[in-house]
Each structure stands twice: as structure tokens, then as C-alpha cells.
């Protein structure tokens, strides 16, 4: 079976280290970045943004777990892990803004986040249907479930594809949000920014394996086709 050929693995190498790397440079910054000191905690901060922006009826919620932080846009709740919501330092205030950013987009009607919330029920759908599909086309040969699992698996990859943007911009929103309320000064935003830059990495190293996943099936897929 190709899920399991080592093939597979040198093919989508390139996707791995650059996942490697955007981990260890995550860890990093975001490490350094929590024990720098700023004004206001991860809720304050949140808070702060979200009132700015005529935003409140987003309620901030602490929820457990690290690096757990997310925006609910069903809900119409910023969720914050427990070192982000408590932390007053320059890690928590640089996540609390970037998910902030995400309810910004949702306000605003941003399309590629609009696509992105459209797009997730084929998403979850695609990730789980797809390797069903894809084994039992391998196992029996049946060429049609195989194509059918590349289709859905397909669906992911456009999901990683929207998303991209979706992100980059919380993170520019977040970047010019903490300089303009004075929530970060200026000569410390380099530390905000590094965290950011190595969580959108993360992104892309992610959207980088689906795609080259889904070439390897479609190879596969032509291969068994000749």
C-alpha cells in the first residue's frame, strides 16, 4: 500500500523539515516572547482590541490546554489558553491579538475567511472520507474510489489553500492593532512579530504537505491508470 511506502515520505520531505523547523522556531519565540513583560494580560488585551473595533458582544474565554487559542465565529467567542488569557507579557498579547484579528474578519465579512468557514464542513468531511476511500480503492483495485478519494482529499488541500490568507492577515491586523493602541511599544514589536512569523510557518508547512500529498496520490493514481 503507497500510505505506507517510504516513497511517500521522501516525497513530501520537503513539507516535513520545513514543519520541523517552524516547530522548533515556534517553541522558540514563543517561549521568549511569553517572558517579556507587557502593560496588559491576554484578556485585557483582547478585550481591549475587540472593544476598539465596536466588537463587544465577542465575549473572551479561558479554556485549557497551550497554544489552545482560537476564534469561534458561530459562537461570537474568543478563546484563550490559560497561560495567554492570565500571562501579562508580550506572547499572550501578540496570540489574544491575532485571534482578536479573526474576529476583525469576521465582522468585516472578510471573504477568504467567509470561504474558509463555508469550506470546513467538506474539509472535515474530505480529511476522514478520503483515506477510507482511498485504502479500499487500493485494496481492491477499484480505480474510481481511488480518483473518488483524491477528489475529497482535494477538498483539504483548498481548505489549506484559503486559510493561508485568512491567517497572514490576523497577523497584520494583529501587528498594527498592539502599535496603534499602545498595547506593544514600538521597539518591542520585533518580539510579536517573530512569534507571528513562525506560527504562520507552521501554515504553510502544513498547506505545503497536503499539496504534495495530494500530488503523490495523484501520481499513484496515474500510475495504476498506464
Not at 6 to 23: C, E, H, S, T, V
Not at 30 to 49: C, N, Q
Not at 147 to 157: D, N, Q, R, T
Not at 198 to 220: K, P
Amino acid at each position: 500500500m503507497f500510505f505506507f511506502n517510504p516513497m511517500y515520505f521522501l516525497f513530501i520531505a520537503p513539507a516535513l523539515l520545513l514543519a520541523f523547523i517552524a516547530q522548533i522556531w515556534l517553541k522558540s519565540t514563543y517561549a521568549s516572547a511569553m517572558k517579556k513583560p507587557a502593560p496588559l494580560s491576554g484578556a485585557a488585551a483582547a478585550r481591549h482590541i475587540l472593544d476598539s473595533a465596536g466588537l463587544q458582544d465577542v465575549r473572551v474565554e479561558q479554556i485549557p490546554g497551550q497554544l489552545s487559542d482560537h476564534y469561534d465565529p458561530g459562537a461570537k467567542v474568543l478563546r484563550l489558553s490559560t497561560d495567554v488569557y492570565q500571562s501579562r507579557s508580550l506572547g499572550a498579547v501578540g496570540i489574544a491579538a491575532h485571534e482578536a484579528g479573526h474576529a476583525i474578519q469576521d465582522a468585516k465579512h472578510y471573504a477568504p475567511l467567509v470561504l474558509r468557514n463555508l469550506a470546513v464542513p467538506t474539509a472535515s468531511f474530505g480529511s476522514s472520507a478520503s483515506w477510507i476511500l482511498l485504502i479500499i480503492g487500493m485494496i481492491f483495485n477499484f480505480k474510481y474510489l481511488i480518483l473518488g478519494g483524491i477528489i475529497l482529499f482535494g477538498c483539504v488541500v483548498v481548505f489549506q489553500l484559503i486559510n493561508l490568507p485568512v491567517e497572514f492577515d490576523a497577523s497584520a491586523r494583529a501587528k498594527r492593532v498592539l502599535v496603534d493602541l499602545n498595547i506593544v511599544p514600538q521597539e518591542d514589536m520585533h518580539v510579536v512579530r517573530n512569534m507571528l512569523y513562525a506560527a504562520a510557518l507552521t501554515y504553510v508547512a502544513a498547506t505545503l504537505q497536503a499539496v504534495l500529498t495530494l500530488l503523490y496520490y495523484i501520481m499513484i493514481y496515474m500510475g495504476r491508470r498506464d
